[in-house]
C-alpha cells in the first residue's frame, strides 16, 4: 500500500474528491475537449484569454483520479499566467512525468504539480495525468478543438 | 469432477513470476489466455526441429512441417465439431475470420437496402466489420437489445427479421458480461428465414464445449491465443457448402490454382482463403493447446470456472459499492464490475500494486458501455489456471481500493 500512496498521494485523492475550478468560467473565450479512447477519459477546458494571459480557466468531464486530479491542480497553476509561461510549465510538468523513474525527481519549475511525479513508476497512466494539459494547449492554439491522447 | 488446480498451475510458468513485488494473479484471461509448457515447448520444437515452408518443399523436412500445419487444422475440426477439415480456415485471429466473411460472402451477398443483425453486447470485433460492409454496399446494421441482467431479448429478434436480413452475427459468449448466448435457438430462428448465423466464439471456445453442428451455426470465429495457443493464429469454421461458394479475399501465393497475366484461377477450399506463407508455428501451437484442453476436458474447465465465478461473485457482492454487470443464468467467469466513487482505471492501479492483473475500460464494447451508462468498468476474468486465492486478493485488494478513495 504504500507504493500505491506514493502515486495517490493525499494532495491527489482530495483534489479527485473536490476538483477546483470544475465548472465553465465566465466569459471564456476559449475551450478545447480532450479524449482519452483507451479509458473513455473526456474532459473539457475552458479559458478566458486576455492580452496573452489565462485571467481564468476550467474543466469539465469525467476520468480517473489521476486525470481529473491533474486538470484541478492544472487550472490552479496555470491561472494568472502568459501563455509562454504555461507552455515552459506544461514543457517541466511534461518532463517530471516522463522522466526514468530511477532518477531523482526534478520539481523545479512545477510547484505543486509534483504530487503526480508518482505515474512515472505507471506509463500506462502518463496519458491520465497529461490529458488535461494537452487539452489545454490545444485551447489556448484554437486550432483543433478536439485533441486524443493515444 | 473438479481437477488437480495445483497441477495445473504448475504447467503455466508465468505464474511463477512476480508483479510489482508481489505474486502474479492473472485475472485478465478474457484478454488473452497465459500458455501452458506444452504450447510453449511445441513451438519450441517446431522452430528447433521442425521447421520449413509449408505447402512448398518437395523436401523430407517441408513435407512433416505441413503434415504438422494440417494436423493442426484436423485438431481444429473434432474442437469444434466439424465435420470436415476443409472448413476450417486459419486466419490472424477471431476479428480476421469475421472480416473474411464480411468481405468474401458479405459482398458477395449483401447489397444496397439490405440487413444485418447484430446485438448490443457484440465485441467491436463483431460490428465494426459489419458497418464497414454496409456502409460500402449500401445496407444498415440492425441491432438486438439485451436486458438490464444481461441476456438477449430473444423475444424481440423475430421481430427484427425482415425480406432484406441476410445474415445474423452475435457473440457466443459476451467478452464484458459473460453471458452465453442461446446461439441454437438464433440459429433456429434465422434458418427458418434462410438466414445464415455467424458466431464470434472468441471467449466461448476456451471457456465451454462447441460443437458447431450442434449449434446449427454457419460460421464460426476463434482466436489461437485465448484458447492458450500462440497470438497470430485464429480459425474461422465455415459450412462447406458456404465455403464452396465464397470468392477469396486476398490474393497471393498458395491460394491459386493457376497464374497467367490473361487469366488466374483459385484454388479449393481453405486454400483459397490462406493468401501468403501461414502462421505455420502457430498453428501447430494452437494444435498443442487443442491437445492439452483435451486432456483436461472442456467440461471440465467449464465447471471449474463456474464454481469460481460464483464464489467471485459472492465475495464482490460483499464489498460496499461494488456492481456486477451480467448477471445471465448462463455466465462464463467473466466479472465485470464498477466501485462507486472509483474509476475502473483506478481500480486497475491500485490491483496493479498488489501484483493482481485485471483489465479496466471499455473492453472494446463501447456500445454495450454506453447501453450501461459507463464509461468504462473494471474486469476480472477467469482461466483454467485461476483459484479461490486468486479471488480472495482481488475482493481483499478492492476492500483498499474502496478504502484509499473514501
Avoid at chain 2, 464498477?338 to 492501479?349: E, P
Wanted: proline share 4%.
Amino acid at each position: 500500500m504504500s507504493d500505491l500512496r506514493e502515486l495517490y498521494q493525499t494532495t491527489i485523492l482530495d483534489h479527485n474528491k473536490q476538483p477546483r475550478n470544475f465548472r465553465v468560467p465566465e466569459g471564456a473565450n476559449r475551450e478545447a475537449t480532450g479524449h482519452n479512447p483507451l479509458c473513455g477519459d473526456r474532459v473539457t477546458v475552458y479559458v478566458r484569454l486576455e492580452d496573452g494571459v489565462v485571467e481564468d480557466v476550467g474543466f469539465q468531464g469525467n476520468g480517473c483520479a489521476i486525470s481529473t486530479a491533474s486538470a484541478s491542480l492544472m487550472t490552479q497553476a496555470v491561472k494568472g499566467h502568459t501563455v509562454a509561461e504555461v507552455q515552459k510549465l506544461f514543457d517541466a510538468f511534461h518532463e517530471l512525468v516522463t522522466s526514468d523513474p530511477q532518477h531523482e525527481v526534478d520539481e523545479s519549475g512545477v510547484g505543486k504539480l509534483a504530487v503526480l511525479a508518482g505515474v512515472r513508476e505507471y506509463p500506462v497512466r502518463v496519458k491520465c495525468a497529461t490529458l488535461a494539459w494537452h487539452t489545454l494547449r490545444a485551447a489556448l492554439a484554437g486550432g483543433a478543438t478536439t485533441v486524443k491522447t493515444e | 469432477m473438479s481437477f488437480d488446480i495445483a497441477a495445473v498451475r504448475k504447467q503455466f510458468p508465468i505464474l511463477a513470476r512476480t508483479q510489482r513485488g508481489k505474486p502474479l494473479a492473472y485475472l485478465d484471461t478474457a484478454a488473452t489466455a497465459q500458455k501452458p509448457r506444452a504450447v510453449i515447448d511445441a513451438v519450441s520444437d517446431f522452430y528447433a526441429n521442425r521447421y520449413a515452408s509449408i505447402h512448398r518443399g518437395v523436401y523430407e523436412l517441408s513435407e512433416s512441417a505441413t503434415l504438422l500445419y494440417e494436423g493442426a487444422r484436423e485438431k481444429l475440426r473434432a474442437f469444434l465439431g466439424a465435420r470436415e477439415a476443409r472448413e476450417i480456415v486459419f486466419v490472424r485471429n477471431a476479428t480476421e475470420a469475421i472480416n473474411l466473411v464480411a468481405w468474401s460472402w458479405g459482398r458477395r451477398n449483401v447489397g444496397a437496402g439490405d440487413e444485418v443483425i447484430v446485438t448490443t453486447m457484440e465485441h467491436h470485433a463483431n460490428i465494426v466489420p459489419w458497418q464497414m460492409l454496409c456502409e460500402e454496399r449500401g445496407a444498415r446494421l440492425r441491432v438486438l437489445p439485451i436486458r438490464d441482467d444481461g441476456e438477449l431479448e430473444l423475444e424481440a429478434l423475430p421481430g427484427l427479421f425482415t425480406e432484406r436480413t441476410r445474415i445474423v452475427a452475435v457473440t457466443h459468449v459476451s467478452n464484458v458480461l459473460g453471458t452465453i448466448n442461446p446461439v441454437r435457438e438464433i440459429a433456429a430462428l434465422a434458418h427458418a428465414r434462410g438466414v445464415p448465423v455467424l458466431v464470434d466464439g472468441a471467449q466461448a471456445a476456451p471457456r465451454i464445449p462447441v460443437d458447431v453442428r450442434e449449434l446449427g451455426c454457419d460460421f464460426y470465429a476463434v482466436s489461437g491465443h485465448k484458447l492458450y495457443g500462440p497470438s497470430g493464429i485464429g480459425a474461422l469454421y465455415a459450412r462447406a457448402e458456404l465455403l464452396e461458394a465464397m470468392p477469396p479475399w486476398q490474393g497471393g501465393g498458395s491460394m491459386i490454382e493457376s497464374v497467367s497475366f490473361d487469366k488466374t484461377t483459385y484454388a479449393g477450399v481453405p486454400t483459397r482463403f490462406e493468401a501468403g506463407s501461414p502462421n505455420a508455428e502457430g498453428a501447430v501451437g494452437l494444435g498443442a493447446a487443442l491437445d492439452w484442453l483435451g486432456q483436461i476436458g472442456m467440461q471440465r474447465i467449464a465447471q471449474h470456472e463456474r464454481e469460481l465465478l460464483d464464489y467471485g461473485t459472492r465475495l464482490l457482492d460483499e464489498i460496499p459499492g461494488v456492481r456486477i454487470y451480467g448477471r445471465a443464468g448462463a455466465k462464463t467467469g467473466v466479472l465485470s464490475f464498477t466501485i462507486a466513487g472509483v474509476h475502473a482505471h483506478d481500480v486497475g492501479t491500485v490491483l496493479d500494486g498488489e501484483g493482481i492483473a485485471i483489465r479496466a475500460g471499455h473492453h472494446c464494447a463501447q456500445p454495450l458501455m454506453e447501453r450501461y451508462g459507463v464509461a468504462a468498468t473494471a474486469r476480472a476474468s477467469l482461466g483454467v489456471y485461476n483459484d479461490r486465492d486468486d479471488l480472495e486478493r482481488l475482493a481483499q485488494a478492492l476492500r483498499k481500493a474502496v478504502e484509499l478513495f473514501r
